[in-house]
């Protein structure tokens, strides 16, 4: 580690890379941006301007491989995941790869396995939900005791229309994992069964996919609910609720302030993910590079970039056929106890 700071490499100059760039730059202690790889040089030459990198590459594993780079950030599309991480951890270089790990639960699997056999925790998953101070308030209600015993947790996913209508197994698989991983954590159990209805963007496209529910069992007889919502048509929420023995903890539905003037009561709306989530971007980055600092793994795991892929199958396996699909109990590897 250079100059005191962790030189971060990161893959990936497009929305969430320049997010990412600007936060590692500008508002996190101990950390650099050293290098920007994307497959557009233009745009990783304007990230790495903006962020004060001094390399850019052109190719991914070149940037990996670079003695320079400490850490490295992978934020290119899902289906190249799996492969950089595996680059990541074979180079024994830390690496906080973005949401999903993979596109299959398969390939999950091979990065999980070569983790547990480098024998230590090299990968966060960019599933930045458990930093949003609104998610914690509520895990804190739960661990208070308060509403008692967790019974029921319910995710809402509400997106504005960003371009093209997903398929429904792209709305699992790249959106609707967010809310499988927040379900997973806040209840603290894993997902046993999974049933998948949704409605098409485009009735000349059955597996387009418009809104989605997705019921769920957990392995101790909790059950949960997520509504995906891929077109608001007036901008972005996502709300958790768990209801427990005794009470019922919720996040509120937006932050901004509440105004009242002649025209009438009013609330602004969050227009979409970078600004609900602001502050949760931050923060992830800042504990990622305190961790490298530390030597001390945090975060999202490889196993819980595994198991949420484990969970999005099964729902996609419900898409197929209509049905609920079990999800057999995995062994946890002690590697992430
Ligand atoms: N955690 C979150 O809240 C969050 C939010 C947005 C996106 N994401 C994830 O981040 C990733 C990127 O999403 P985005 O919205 O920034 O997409 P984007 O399309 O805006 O940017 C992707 C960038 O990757 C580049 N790219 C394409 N192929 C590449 C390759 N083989 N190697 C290197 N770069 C390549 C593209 O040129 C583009 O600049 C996705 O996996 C997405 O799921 C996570």
Redesign the pocket.
Known sequence: MGEDSVGVGI???????RVHAENLAKRTIGARVAAV????TE?AEAVAAASGAGRVYAD?MALIGDPEIDAVLI????A??AEFTLACIGAGKPVLC??PLATTAADAERVLRAEVAAGRRLLQV?F?REYDPAHKDVLAVLDSGAIGKALRFRGAHINPRYGDDLTVEDAIV?SIIHDIHSARFMMGAEISGAHVSWVAANPRDPQSCRLADVHLKFENGAIGALEYNGDSGYGYEVLVEITGETGVACTLPNSSPSVRNAAGASQAITPS?PQR?QRAYVDEVQDWIRSIMANEATGPSAWDGYMSLVVADACVRSTETGLPVEIPRIERPALYA
């Not at 790889?37 to 557009?40: I, L």
């Open positions: 893959i990936g100059a497009g929305a969430i890379g790889m994307d497959v557009d745009r991914a934020a290119s599309p899902d190249t995941h973005e949401k960019g930045m790249n993910w989530f």
